[in-house]
């Protein structure tokens, strides 16, 4: 199930390396797919221990694979940043990381991903799992990129937002409720 | 020149015309003659070629045909191709208004006629770091302003997009659509008397597709893709700098002058260099887009930091 899982995400990536010959704006179309793989396998991470509190479905053997899928993800798009958009010159790029709030908001989301996906291994998990509520504030951090990244958002980046609030609200709402039932 | 592809559309129109002529037109060598002179305009247009000193090679007509923005109809970028086949482009008259000596409404075709039609080779940089090269047909503006005769008033010239909802569907959506409509651009008088300043009717010997703004744009090589409004409805001449739709929109971001230029970054992303469309690699963006001996007098003296 898990191989399917990877298999499965993996293939827009297949058809993306087809697609690219005849791609009109090659950059911009690695960027997106590469983005919006991303932004998808990560909430789609974050969706099983909702789905387990909601109907009783346990998913969240899947979780550490689609989180690293999304990891992935994220590593070919700032592959695509450094090589292809930057063109391996570091001096531009790091004055592009250090000026653009849009360019250094995905930065420390990259980032946070990479320290995720570093400590996912069992040994290192057992130490650091606390750690990985960090996610949250990728999520967030991704969902402005992301609306940045547009001349102006449109129906594809509201509907991410809306589907970000849910999965962190519905978090927020669980530690309130938890919080207060401590408390009597 | 490149060979018209003959679409069924097209035969359509033209076996119309076939029919409208009679079984005579089988055999009468004069009626063939007439139905070849009223084929339907989609096959070619007639204009002076570019002799395209630059040595600038064009994109392909697939990939500036697919990849547009036209926000009246989608923010996505090859949306429009099917979207904007809705447009009805017989009648389109352009409205002449302002401190012009002839206010007048013109048919398109009325405006060929007058003017003649021309190719002009340009390059073209989108604001958001992609470039191509097209072979633009039309006329330049300066012919169109000599023929209104703007009065001593006319400091600026004001372009407008057809409202017209029921085509453009995100003029429909009220609070909901995803800029401010009519679009609206402006000029000023020196920029738009600029012999490089061209109104386009065609491109690669066509007609516009409808899907790059048909029947007729504006093209402003040296600014920023957003200046070269589309599906133009009116043109009119005014004393005050017109607010165009981009800065509306975001001030901070878009000004009313868009002069392309590499050493002024847009708030969000640099302008350095440009995604020439169908590359993988990038190239240097050249200041003013490569027209700097062309126009930058236009500027002298301006602070291009501040007048973005
Ligand atoms: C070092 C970190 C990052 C850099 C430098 C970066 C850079 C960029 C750039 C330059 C664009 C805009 C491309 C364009 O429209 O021209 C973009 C778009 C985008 N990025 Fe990132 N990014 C980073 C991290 C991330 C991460 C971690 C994610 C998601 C997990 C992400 C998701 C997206 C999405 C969804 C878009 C919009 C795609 C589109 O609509 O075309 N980015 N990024």
Not at chain 2, 148 to 164: I, W
Request: glycine share 6%; hydrophobic share 45%.
């Amino acid at each position: 199930m898990k191989t399917l899982i990877v298999v499965l995400a993996l293939l827009p990536l297949g058809y993306t390396y087809y697609a690219l010959e005849s791609a009109i704006d090659p950059i911009k179309m690695l960027y997106t797919t590469t983005g919006v793989g991303a932004l998808l396998l990560l909430l789609l991470s974050l969706a099983p221990s909702t789905c387990q509190r909601f109907c009783a479905l346990n998913l969240l053997r899947f979780r550490k694979t689609l989180g690293l899928l999304a990891f992935v993800y994220a590593l070919l798009h700032v592959s695509v940043f450094i090589v292809l958009d930057s063109e391996l010159d570091f001096v531009t790029l790091f004055a592009k990381s250090l000026k653009k709030p849009f360019i250094y908001v995905g930065v420390i989301a990259f980032l946070i991903l990479l320290l995720m996906a570093l400590t996912s291994t069992k040994k290192l998990f057992a130490r650091f799992s606390r750690y990985h509520k960090a996610v949250y504030g990728a999520l967030v951090l991704i969902l402005l990129h992301d609306f940045w990244a547009q001349k102006v958002a449109g129906a594809f980046e509201y509907g991410m937002m809306a589907i970000g609030i849910v999965l962190l609200g519905e978090r927020v709402w669980k530690e309130c409720r938890f919080n207060m039932s401590k408390r009597h | 020149m490149p060979t018209p592809s003959i679409t069924p559309e097209i035969l359509f129109e033209a076996r119309r015309h076939f029919l409208k002529l009679g079984a005579g037109a089988l055999v009468s060598s004069t009626a063939l003659s007439q139905l070849l002179a009223s084929m339907p305009e989609e096959i070619q247009l007639s204009f002076t070629k570019d002799p395209n000193p630059l040595k600038l090679t064009p994109n392909t007509f697939e990939q500036v045909s697919n990849y547009v923005n036209f926000y009246e109809f989608s923010t996505d970028k090859t949306a429009p191709v099917k979207m904007a086949q809705v447009i009805k482009l017989k009648p389109w008259s352009l409205g002449f208004f302002g401190e012009i000596a002839r206010e007048e409404m013109v048919e398109v075709d009325d405006l060929i006629a007058k003017f003649g039609l021309e190719e002009r080779i340009y390059r073209f940089r989108c604001v958001e770091g992609w470039s191509m090269v097209v072979p633009w047909i039309g006329f330049p503006l300066y012919k169109l302003l000599d023929y209104l005769q703007p009065n001593s008033k006319a400091k600026y010239v004001k372009f407008t997009t057809r409202h017209e909802p029921d085509i453009f569907p995100d003029q429909a959506k009220g609070l909901f659509a995803s800029i401010k409509h009519p679009y609206v651009e402006g000029l000023r008088m020196d920029e738009a008397r600029h012999p490089l300043t061209f109104l386009a009717v065609g491109m690669y010997g066509k007609p516009l597709p409808k899907q790059n703004g048909a029947p007729i744009r504006l093209v402003v090589p040296w600014k920023y893709g957003f200046k070269s409004i589309k599906s133009l409805d009116l043109i009119e001449c005014v004393e005050e700098q017109p607010l165009n739709t981009w800065q509306a929109m975001a001030p901070e971001e878009y000004g009313f002058y868009a002069n392309v230029n590499p050493h002024v970054d847009h708030p969000r992303w640099s302008q350095a260099k440009e995604r020439l469309l169908g590359k993988l690699t990038k190239q240097e963006t050249l200041m003013f887009n490569g027209y700097e001996k062309e126009v930058s007098h236009l500027y002298a003296g301006m602070d291009l930091r501040k007048q973005y």
